[in-house]
C-alpha cells in the first residue's frame, strides 16, 4: 500500500483545500486483483470499512479541515474474497495553509524610493526574537513582483520565481515554508529579496513594464508555535526596513547584474502598500524549482578574454559559477540556443538581452547563480574568466515546474528516440510556472494553442493535472462574458489583437477533458465548464447563414511549412475551414462534459449545434464524394479526426490525403492545426505504412530533419534551421517550442500502443501497431492505480509482447491479426505471428558532434 496522496499535491504543506480528495495505491502480486473496500483512519479516527472499489480522489471522509490544521492519514483495503484487510499504509501528513482572507494580519510592504526608471531589487529586513520552546514555525508569504525567503541567512523553501505567474489581477499565489529548523532561541532575522519579476517587469514584445503595478511590495506572515500552546507572529508592517543589495538589476527577459562587492546600507523605514485586489490561494500544483545541473560537454576559449561553453542540452534555466578572483573583476554571461559561424546567435531571441554580470568581492571563491531570471540556451558565452576556465566550475542549472515524471517511450530508431526526448526536453523549457510558448525570446507568454494540442503529450509524460487545473482557472479569469478566450493566458496587453480564434480558445473544451480521461478527475471540467460553454457560444455567434464560419481573424493552420517567414498565419489551409471543424468539434466535447456533471439538457442543446456545424462544414468544404475544398493534409486531417464527414466520403479523404503524402514524397505539409492528427487520419482509414513513412522521414519539412540537424528540443517552425545551417530569417524562430511534438501521442498510444479506455487508466487500451522497420518499442505510465507498461519486440515472423496492467484495472488487448481479449490486472505475454508490410531499414543516429 502506497501512502495516500491529497489531491495532486507531491508536498502537502499549506494546501488550499479544506477536505482534501485522497488518492493512494495497492501493490500486490495477485493476479486480477480489485478492491472491494477501504477504510481511512485520520489520526485516532477511522471510517470503518467503507464498501467501495474507487481508490482515485476519494471524498474526505471526515470533518472539513481549518487553516493551519495538520492531519495524518493513512489507508488500508479489501480485495475480492479477503477476510482481512491489509496492513495500514504508512502515514501521510497533509496541513492547510491560510483558508481565510481575514486571517492575513500582514501587509504588503516595499521601499520608499520613487525615483524614476529605478528597478533595482530591494532586501527588505526585520529582527525578531525568538523564546523557549518553539515547537514548529511557519511563514506564509508572497509577493507583487518575484522573492525569495531567508532566516538568518539560509533559504526559506526552494522554490523558483515564486511565487510565480498568475493572472494577478485576479489570483495570487501564496506558499508555506516549513522554517523550524531555520530559527534558534534569541535574536534571528528574517529577510526578504524583492525583484520586479512578472509584476513589474518589461514583458511581452513590446517591452512594456509594470503590467500590473508600479510598485514591488512583499507580504509575509511568519508563525510561531509554542509548546505551551501560544502563538507569536511576525508580519510584514511598518516595522521593517529598506536598502539595497548586491543585486543592481534584474530582469526576466534581460538577465541579473549582481555586484558580490556591495552590502546592504543606509537602511530605511518601508512603505506600507495597498492590499492585494487579487485572491491570495495555495497552489494547487508544484511550484519552479532547480531540477538538475549539466556540466558543459566542451569549453573552448574563443578570444583572449571570452570561453564558448556548451551544454549539449538546449534547456531553461541559468548558469552557476564557482569562482575566485580580485575584487571588481567583471564577469559577463550571455546565451543562446544556436550558433552561427561559431558564435552566439541572439537573432533569435530578439530583445532580450540574456545577459547575467557577475562582479567579484575579492574574498574568496565563492559560489552564484542569478535569483530572478532564467534562460533557454544551449551555448554560454562568459567573459572576463579569470585566468582559464575549469570546466568543473561552471554547471547549468535546470529549472522548471517541478512535476512528477509519469510516462515514458523507448524503440528501436535512434533518430525517434532522440525526438521523444526532444520533445520531453521541450515539455521541460516551458513548463515554467505557466505553460509558455518559448522560454528564451522577449515573449514567454501561455499561449493557449501550444497547450492545446500538446495536452495529451504533456499528460503522458509528467503528472500536469494539477498545475493545470490551476492555470485553466485563470484562462477562466480571463475570459469575458462574450466567450472571448485570451490568445494566451495570463493575458497582458500587447500589440497582437485578441479575438474569437479556433484552436487556441478551444482549450476550454479539450483540455479539461483531457486531464478528466488522463487522471480520472472530474474537477477540471466542472470548474471550467461556464467557460468552455461561453467559448463555443462565442463562436456560434460567428456562424453566418451557411452554418459556418466566414469572417473575422483566424490564425488558422499556424505555421504551415509552406508559409512566408515573415506571414506565419499563411497556411495553404482554409482558415474558415479550420475554424468551423474546431468549431464543430468542440461543441462535441462540450456535449460530453455537460454530461459528465448532469447537465443533460445542455449536452442535447450542445451536440444539436455539433450537428448543425457538421452539416454546414460538408455543405461548404467538401464535395459529396469526400475531397476537401482545401486539398491540403490539414484539411482531410481535421476532417477525418472531427468525424466531419459521411461514412461514405470516408474512405475517399483518407486515400487522398494518404495521396497528398505520397506525392509530398513524406514531407509533413501541416501547422498547428493539422500537425496533432494527421498521422491519426491516416491511420484510421488503413494507412498505417504511409503514417510511418512520414513519421521518419528525414527531409525538412519534418520531424526528423531537426533531429539530423541536432535539435535537442522542438523547433517552432520546422524549418527554424535551414539544411545550410543558417537561421530562418522570421522574426519567430524559437529552438523549444512545444507544440510540434504533440506527435508524441501517437508514439504513445500507436506505436507503443498504451491509452486509457476509461477515465484514469481504470481500463486500458493495448493496441501495438508496429511498422516504419522498428524491432522493438514500450511505453510505461504512471497511473492514478499503478504503472502501466507495454513492450514489444520482433522476432522473424512472431512478434512478441508483455503488458503490465496495474492492480483494480483491466485491459483490453488488440494485437495485430488478433480478436480483442480482455486481461486483469498482473503480467501478461503474448506472442502473435507478424509481417509488416513497407519495413524500411533502421537509420543509425548522427555522430553526436552533429548534437
Given at each position: 500500500m502506497s501512502a495516500p496522496r491529497f489531491e495532486h499535491h507531491t508536498r502537502p504543506l499549506g494546501i488550499g483545500e479544506r477536505t482534501p480528495r485522497l488518492s493512494w495505491q495497492v501493490t500486490t502480486e495477485r493476479p486480477g486483483w480489485r478492491q472491494t473496500a477501504y477504510e481511512i483512519g485520520i489520526g485516532a479516527w477511522t471510517s470503518g470499512p467503507v464498501t467501495s472499489a474507487d481508490s482515485v480522489l476519494v471524498p474526505w471522509p471526515g470533518p472539513a479541515l481549518t487553516s493551519r490544521e495538520r492531519a495524518e492519514v493513512r489507508v488500508r483495503v479489501w480485495g475480492e474474497g479477503d477476510?482481512?484487510?491489509?496492513?495500514?499504509?504508512?502515514?501521510?501528513?497533509?496541513?492547510?495553509?491560510?483558508?481565510?482572507?481575514?486571517?492575513?494580519?500582514?501587509?504588503?510592504?516595499?521601499?520608499?524610493?520613487?525615483?524614476?526608471?529605478?528597478?533595482?531589487?530591494?532586501?527588505?529586513?526585520?529582527?525578531?526574537?525568538?523564546?523557549?520552546?518553539?515547537?514548529?514555525?511557519?511563514?506564509?508569504?508572497?509577493?507583487?513582483?518575484?522573492?525569495?525567503?531567508?532566516?538568518?541567512?539560509?533559504?526559506?523553501?526552494?522554490?523558483?520565481?515564486?511565487?510565480?505567474?498568475?493572472?494577478?489581477?485576479?489570483?495570487l499565489h501564496y506558499q508555506t515554508y516549513d522554517v523550524t529548523g531555520l530559527l534558534r532561541p534569541g535574536p534571528n532575522t528574517i529577510t526578504g529579496w524583492l525583484a520586479d519579476g512578472w509584476w513589474r517587469?518589461?514583458?511581452?514584445?513590446?517591452?512594456?513594464?509594470?503590467?500590473?503595478?508600479a510598485d514591488t511590495g512583499l507580504l509575509a506572515q511568519l508563525e510561531l508555535h509554542y509548546g505551551d500552546g501560544t502563538t507569536e507572529r511576525v508580519v510584514t508592517d511598518g516595522s521593517w526596513t529598506w536598502a539595497h543589495g548586491p543585486i543592481l538589476r534584474s530582469s526576466i527577459y534581460d538577465g541579473e547584474h549582481h555586484d558580490a562587492r556591495v552590502t546592504p546600507?543606509?537602511?530605511?523605514?518601508?512603505?506600507?502598500?495597498?492590499?492585494?485586489?487579487?485572491?491570495?490561494?495555495?497552489?494547487?500544483?508544484?511550484?519552479?524549482?532547480?531540477?538538475?545541473?549539466?556540466?558543459?560537454?566542451?569549453?573552448?576559449?574563443?578570444?583572449?578574454?571570452?570561453?564558448?561553453?556548451?551544454?549539449?542540452?538546449?534547456?531553461?534555466?541559468?548558469?552557476?559559477?564557482?569562482?575566485?578572483?580580485?575584487?571588481?573583476?567583471?564577469?559577463g554571461l550571455r546565451h543562446a540556443e544556436v550558433l552561427e559561424n561559431g558564435r552566439l546567435c541572439t537573432r533569435p531571441i530578439r530583445t532580450a538581452a540574456a545577459n547575467d554580470v557577475y562582479i567579484l568581492d575579492g574574498t574568496g571563491t565563492s559560489t552564484w547563480e542569478p535569483r530572478f531570471t532564467y534562460h533557454g540556451?544551449?551555448?554560454?558565452?562568459?567573459?572576463?574568466?579569470?585566468?582559464?576556465?575549469?570546466?568543473?566550475?561552471?554547471?547549468?542549472?535546470?529549472?522548471?515546474?517541478?512535476?512528477?515524471?509519469?510516462?515514458?517511450?523507448?524503440?528501436?530508431?535512434?533518430?525517434?528516440?532522440?525526438?521523444?526526448?526532444?520533445v520531453r526536453w521541450s515539455m521541460r523549457g516551458n513548463f515554467v510556472s505557466v505553460p509558455t510558448d518559448c522560454p528564451q525570446r522577449d515573449e514567454r507568454l501561455g499561449w493557449t494553442g501550444d497547450l492545446q494540442v500538446f495536452a495529451p503529450t504533456a499528460a503522458f509524460l509528467y503528472d500536469v493535472t494539477g498545475g493545470l487545473t490551476d492555470w485553466l482557472a485563470d484562462v477562466a479569469a480571463e475570459?469575458?462574458?462574450?466567450?472571448?478566450?485570451?490568445?494566451y493566458v495570463p493575458h497582458i496587453p500587447t500589440t497582437f489583437p485578441q479575438f474569437h480564434c479556433a484552436v487556441w480558445g478551444d482549450v476550454t473544451t479539450v483540455v479539461p477533458l483531457v486531464l478528466h480521461d488522463r487522471s480520472g478527475d472530474t474537477r477540471p471540467v466542472t470548474g471550467g465548464y461556464e467557460t468552455a460553454r461561453a467559448w463555443v457560444e462565442g463562436c456560434r455567434?460567428?456562424?453566418?447563414?451557411?452554418?459556418?464560419?466566414?469572417?473575422?481573424?483566424?490564425?488558422?493552420?499556424?505555421?504551415?511549412?509552406?508559409?512566408?517567414?515573415?506571414?506565419?498565419?499563411?497556411?495553404?489551409?482554409?482558415?474558415?475551414?479550420?475554424?468551423?471543424?474546431y468549431l464543430a468539434h468542440s461543441a462535441r466535447l462540450l456535449a460530453r462534459q455537460a454530461t459528465l456533471i448532469g447537465k443533460t439538457d445542455d449536452a442535447t442543446v450542445h451536440t444539436e449545434l455539433a450537428h448543425r456545424v457538421t452539416a454546414g462544414f460538408r455543405r461548404e468544404f467538401v464535395t459529396a464524394s469526400g475531397r476537401c475544398a482545401?486539398?491540403?493534409?490539414?484539411?482531410?486531417?481535421?476532417?477525418?479526426?472531427?468525424?466531419?464527414?459521411?461514412?461514405?466520403?470516408?474512405?475517399?479523404?483518407?486515400?487522398?490525403?494518404?495521396?497528398?503524402?505520397?506525392?509530398?514524397?513524406?514531407?509533413?505539409?501541416?501547422?498547428?492545426?493539422?500537425?496533432?492528427?494527421?498521422?491519426?487520419?491516416?491511420?484510421?482509414?488503413?494507412?498505417?505504412?504511409?503514417?510511418?513513412?512520414?513519421?521518419?522521414?528525414?527531409?525538412?519539412?519534418?520531424?526528423?530533419?531537426?533531429?539530423?540537424?541536432?535539435?535537442?528540443?522542438?523547433?517552432e517552425r520546422w524549418d527554424s534551421m535551414l539544411p545550410d545551417g543558417t537561421i530562418n530569417p522570421g522574426d519567430m524562430t524559437?529552438?523549444?517550442?512545444?507544440?510540434?511534438?504533440?506527435?508524441?501521442?501517437?508514439?504513445?498510444?500507436?506505436?507503443?500502443?498504451?491509452?486509457?479506455?476509461?477515465?484514469?487508466?481504470?481500463?486500458?487500451?493495448?493496441?501495438?501497431?508496429?511498422?516504419?522497420?522498428?524491432?522493438?518499442?514500450?511505453?510505461?505510465?504512471?497511473?492514478?492505480?499503478?504503472?502501466?507498461?507495454?513492450?514489444?519486440?520482433?522476432?522473424?515472423?512472431?512478434?512478441?509482447?508483455?503488458?503490465?496492467?496495474?492492480?483494480?484495472?483491466?485491459?483490453?488487448?488488440?494485437?495485430?491479426?488478433?480478436?480483442?481479449?480482455?486481461?486483469?490486472?498482473?503480467?501478461?505475454?503474448?506472442?502473435?505471428?507478424?509481417?509488416?508490410?513497407?519495413?524500411?531499414?533502421?537509420?543509425?543516429?548522427?555522430?553526436?558532434?552533429?548534437?
Open positions: 477476510a482481512e484487510p491489509s496492513a495500514w499504509s504508512e502515514p501521510a501528513t497533509v496541513e492547510t495553509g491560510l483558508l481565510d482572507a481575514g486571517e492575513w494580519t500582514a501587509a504588503f510592504v516595499g521601499a520608499t524610493d520613487d525615483t524614476p526608471g529605478d528597478r533595482r531589487p530591494v532586501l527588505l529586513r526585520r529582527d525578531f526574537t525568538v523564546r523557549d520552546g518553539l515547537l514548529r514555525a511557519r511563514v506564509y508569504a508572497t509577493a507583487h513582483g518575484l522573492y525569495e525567503l531567508e532566516l538568518n541567512g539560509a533559504r526559506a523553501g526552494d522554490d523558483a520565481l515564486a511565487p510565480g505567474w498568475t493572472s494577478y489581477h485576479h489570483r517587469g518589461e514583458y511581452g514584445w513590446n517591452r512594456i513594464g509594470e503590467r500590473y503595478g546600507a543606509g537602511r530605511q523605514p518601508v512603505r506600507v502598500l495597498p492590499p492585494a485586489t487579487a485572491e491570495l490561494i495555495a497552489p494547487a500544483g508544484p511550484p519552479v524549482r532547480r531540477i538538475e545541473t549539466l556540466a558543459p560537454v566542451t569549453v573552448t576559449r574563443v578570444d583572449d578574454d571570452t570561453h564558448l561553453l556548451d551544454f549539449g542540452q538546449n534547456l531553461a534555466g541559468r548558469l552557476r559559477l564557482t569562482v575566485d578572483g580580485p575584487a571588481g573583476t567583471r564577469i540556451f544551449r551555448y554560454a558565452e562568459i567573459t572576463g574568466w579569470p585566468g582559464d576556465l575549469d570546466p568543473a566550475r561552471v554547471a547549468a542549472v535546470v529549472c522548471h515546474d517541478d512535476l512528477t515524471p509519469a510516462g515514458g517511450f523507448t524503440c528501436s530508431d535512434p533518430l525517434l528516440q532522440r525526438l521523444h526526448d526532444n475570459t469575458g462574458d462574450d466567450g472571448l478566450v485570451p490568445l455567434r460567428l456562424l453566418d447563414d451557411r452554418d459556418v464560419i466566414s469572417h473575422g481573424l483566424q490564425l488558422g493552420d499556424w505555421l504551415d511549412p509552406a508559409a512566408p517567414p515573415d506571414r506565419p498565419q499563411q497556411a495553404r489551409t482554409d482558415p474558415y475551414l479550420v475554424a468551423t471543424a482545401s486539398d491540403t493534409q490539414t484539411a482531410y486531417a481535421l476532417a477525418l479526426c472531427f468525424d466531419l464527414l459521411l461514412p461514405g466520403q470516408r474512405a475517399h479523404a483518407g486515400e487522398r490525403l494518404a495521396q497528398l503524402v505520397r506525392e509530398a514524397e513524406f514531407r509533413i505539409g501541416t501547422g498547428f492545426a493539422g500537425t496533432p492528427l494527421i498521422l491519426d487520419a491516416l491511420t484510421a482509414t488503413g494507412h498505417l505504412e504511409e503514417a510511418y513513412r512520414l513519421l521518419l522521414s528525414t527531409d525538412c519539412p519534418s520531424w526528423l530533419y531537426p533531429v539530423t540537424m541536432g535539435a535537442t528540443t522542438i523547433w524559437s529552438f523549444n517550442h512545444y507544440a510540434l511534438g504533440a506527435v508524441a501521442d501517437w508514439l504513445h498510444r500507436t506505436v507503443a500502443g498504451l491509452a486509457p479506455a476509461a477515465a484514469g487508466y481504470r481500463s486500458l487500451r493495448i493496441a501495438p501497431q508496429p511498422g516504419g522497420g522498428l524491432t522493438r518499442a514500450s511505453a510505461w505510465h504512471l497511473t492514478p492505480y499503478g504503472k502501466a507498461s507495454v513492450t514489444w519486440r520482433r522476432e522473424g515472423a512472431t512478434l512478441h509482447v508483455e503488458v503490465t496492467v496495474p492492480p483494480g484495472c483491466d485491459a483490453d488487448v488488440a494485437l495485430p491479426g488478433q480478436t480483442s481479449v480482455t486481461v486483469g490486472s498482473g503480467e501478461h505475454t503474448f506472442a502473435v505471428p507478424f509481417r509488416p508490410a513497407g519495413d524500411d531499414p533502421i537509420r543509425p543516429l548522427p555522430p553526436r558532434e552533429h548534437f
